[in-house]
């Protein structure tokens, strides 16, 4: 099944406004959904770029147990563990080796490396994850493995001159 995830912010492979990456106000953008299976228990969602120069895609955002009733995600969630909203909701480590490595951090590819494509991917899962906050994504995606009932995706552009 497929889930639809858009944002207001950007359209399906279009830049993502400098205001939600690194140049900018490094904040979340807001995302809504649709498609959720009834029998889902609780959402996910994990934000990377494949293109960034790395071995594996740079991870931005890793955020879980997100109730499966939201209909989306407000801009600007903030860089805690655990959130008040969406409910219940809990933020994984992003690939930044330090500072903020909770929660959303925007794009901030390597001036002149041309575009590199973030891709915010949204999964319904049939169970509820007893997992604490701080999960990598790798940990996140084997939690859930299994268990996925329906994946979106929206992919973002963006460009450092």
């Known amino acids: ?7 207001p912010a950007f359209t399906q ?12 106000e490094d904040i979340s953008p807001p995302l809504s959904w649709s498609g959720v299976p009834e029998n889902a228990k609780e959402l996910a969602l994990i934000c990377d770029d494949p293109d960034a120069p790395s071995p594996q ?8 147990k997100i109730p499966a009733d939201a209909k989306g995600l407000p801009e600007a969630i903030p860089r805690r563990p655990q959130l008040q909203e969406p409910a219940g909701a809990v933020q994984g480590k992003n690939s930044w080796p330090s500072g903020d490595t909770l929660g959303y951090r925007g794009p901030m590819p390597p001036p002149g490396h041309g575009v590199h494509h973030y891709y915010f991917r949204l999964y319904a899962v049939d ?16 939690s859930i493995r299994g268990h996925v009932l329906a994946e979106g995706v929206l992919m973002g552009t963006y460009q450092r001159r």
């Open 1 to 7: 099944m497929t889930l639809s995830i858009t944002s």
């Open 13 to 24: 492979g279009h830049p993502i406004p400098k205001k939600y990456s690194g140049e900018g």
């Open 57 to 64: 895609p740079w991870v931005h955002w890793v955020i879980y």
């Open 127 to 142: 169970r509820q994850l007893d997992q604490p906050p701080g999960l990598s994504k790798n940990a996140l995606l084997e």
